[in-house]
Nanobody, 123 residues
Framework: QVQLVESGGGSVQAGGSLRLACKAS????????MGWFRQAPENEREGVAA???????YYTDSVQGRFTISKDNAKNILYLQMNNLKPEDTAMYYC?????????????????WGQGTQVNVSS
């Protein structure tokens, strides 16, 4: 088991930046893949960014060039730096760990989830 706690959400205007953090209770499963997902009301949860055990990084097309995922293995913290935010980025953002399967941006492949942190971007 691993507990994941997200922080860093908030409300910003379009063009602004936020940095999300996900603190894991242990490194047991976080050495495997970890990812950030988001879900807007009435939408399916979608993969935003992920990093696998080899350090390979994946982004969904809509955030490529604006978001950066990184991990501090010593502190068991996963980050998501979000720049040039757009209103369509508004959603609850979730951290996830320990995936199975090859699609690192597919939410059913992850076993552990945080409670989420809300991001609101106004135009």
């Amino acid at each position: 088991q691993v507990q994941l706690v997200e922080s860093g959400g908030g409300s910003v205007q379009a063009g602004g930046s936020l940095r999300l953090a996900c603190k894991a209770s242990s490194s047991t499963y976080t050495t495997y893949c970890m990812g950030w997902f988001r879900q807007a009301p009435e939408n399916e949860r979608e993969g935003v960014a992920a990093i696998n055990s080899r350090g390979t990084i994946y982004y969904t097309d809509s955030v490529q060039g604006r978001f950066t995922i990184s991990k501090d293995n010593a502190k068991n913290i996963l980050y998501l730096q979000m720049n040039n935010l757009k209103p369509e980025d508004t959603a609850m953002y979730y951290c996830a760990a320990f995936c199975s399967g090859g699609d690192y941006l597919r939410y059913p492949n992850y076993n552990y989830w945080g409670q989420g942190t809300q991001v609101n971007v106004s135009s």
